[in-house]
């Protein structure tokens, strides 16, 4: 059966020993049965849990990593640059787990990370590109607005998931913003990849609607675009726009 909460914080020490177990069963047993402790008991014992981030099992590290996020706020910050460089861990779900830490920081916190974080956006892991940008989607606005068209960059990534996670970032970024990058935007419209021509063309469709309508004639000509999840999109994108929008474009919508 679990110990009482009073037990555990007083077996921890010994528990925290078990981490450096040969099996890793049992380093992970060690590692959730810290998970339950208070964040003031955890704090005791976090240099034996950041070891494990570099642990040779993946079940570990990221057990680990989500402990580590239990931890008061100022003592994540601390922990903040470890953390960060697991978004480049060879195993998806803990590249995952530390996408949530991170994205618990305090606004001030995660914007001092965002250059480190951005540099991953260029990693040869896509994964590891995806984590970036959805870290970086959790920024506050000025510094997300920092670091758009690294951003908007991702919107060619060679990897369907990537340019998914680039779209709903930049669709975050406050109107102004969004609309500075419109141009740079629409200039993907004529990628030779239909997965960069969608990515850009739903980035479009997010634009308030005075930007939208500058962006219209490009657009409407995606309408004829060879793929059909392009065209569809350029369909909703146009259909945002207002009225008089609409029908100045009528000869390329008919």
Known sequence: G??????????????????????????????????????????????????????????????AVIVLGKLPADAV???????????EDSDKDVRQSAVVVLGKLPA???AAQAPVIALRLEHSNSGVRQSAVEVLGKLPAEALVAQAPAIAQRLEDSHPGVRRSAVEVLGKLPAEALAALAPAVAQRLEHKDSGVRWSAMKVLGKLPAEALATQAPAIAQRL?????????S???AL?????????????AIA
């Open 108 to 110: 001030d916190a995660l």
């Open 224 to 232: 004829e675009d060879e793929d059909s999840d392009v065209r569809r």
């Open 234 to 236: 350029a369909v909703e």
């Open 239 to 251: 259909g945002k726009l207002p009225a008089e929008a609409v029908a100045a474009q009528a000869p």
């Open 77 to 87: 910050v601390a922990q903040a640059p470890t953390i960060v460089q697991r978004l």
């Open 2 to 63: 679990k110990l009482p909460a009073d037990a555990v914080v007083a077996q921890a020490p010994t528990i925290a020993q078990r981490l450096e177990e040969s099996d890793k069963d049992v380093r992970q047993s060690a590692v959730l049965v810290l998970r339950t402790l208070r964040a003031d008991a955890l704090a005791a014992h976090v240099p034996a849990i950041v070891q494990r981030l570099e642990d040779s099992d993946k079940d570990v590290r990221r057990s």
